[in-house]
């Protein structure tokens, strides 16, 4: 398939190098020129585009009339919502698939017929709700080319990203912080958001990357 994912952090990355391995024909849309010009180097086989995907110029630039899916996995639930409409609206896009930064915009998505939003937040809601083993979801999603690990962490006192904002957290290559779990709160996190002692991670990362990634959360194993 062609996709075109709008929107380079954390997780549009990890999807792209994803999707790639699994032999998809991959674009990547972001505003900065600074991110564009890294990734640039660092996935040779992905077409980096430098622009602002609200604007259907640079839609048409990556050829989206020609993808089979649109991806939108920026910040903003507005340009979210813009990114697919005009896909769907002016280039006839065949599918759009979005990320739902507020749960609370999730019915916009749909009344803007968004084809699939997702909303981490409701789906970790309901796994904790039906009292889900972690494991299962674990297991499930390492099946796929046994390449996806989806883990959970619980911070420990001591744990070296304890009181540090996402932001100035290190994590290995190819991993992204789905959700944090704090008593019966869950938070999507953004870069403002502070680790605390006692929160449980709820995070992706490719298998092979398992173990460093437990061990930038908690420390030495």
């Not at 006839?92 to 739902?100: D, G």
């Amino acid at each position: 398939m062609f996709i075109i994912i709008a929107g380079a952090g954390r997780l549009g990355v990890l999807l792209a190098k994803k999707l790639k391995e699994d032999n998809h024909r991959v674009t990547i849309i972001d505003k900065s020129e600074v991110i564009c010009h890294k990734l640039a180097e660092e996935l040779k086989s992905v077409l980096i585009i430098q622009g602002d995907a609200t604007s259907p110029q640079i839609l048409k630039e990556a050829k989206v009339e020609k993808a089979d899916v649109l991806v939108s996995t920026t910040p903003s639930d507005a340009d979210n919502i813009i990114i697919c409409n005009i896909a769907k609206d002016v280039f006839s896009i065949k599918r759009t698939v979005s990320r739902v930064n507020n749960p609370q915009h999730l019915l916009l998505y749909k009344h803007m017929d968004v084809d699939v939003p997702i909303d981490s937040t409701s789906i970790l809601a309901r796994i904790v709700e039906e009292e889900a083993s972690f494991s299962d979801v674990m297991n499930l999603l390492s099946i796929k080319k046994g390449r996806l690990s989806i883990v959970r962490v619980d911070i420990p006192q001591g744990s070296p990203v304890v009181n540090k904002t996402l932001k100035d957290v290190s994590l290995p290559a190819n991993s992204v912080l789905i959700s944090i779990i704090r008593g019966p709160e869950i938070i999507v996190p953004s870069g403002i958001t502070k680790i605390l002692v006692g929160d449980e991670i709820i995070a992706a990362t490719l298998i092979d990357n398992e173990k460093h990634l437990i061990r930038s959360l908690i420390g030495k194993i």
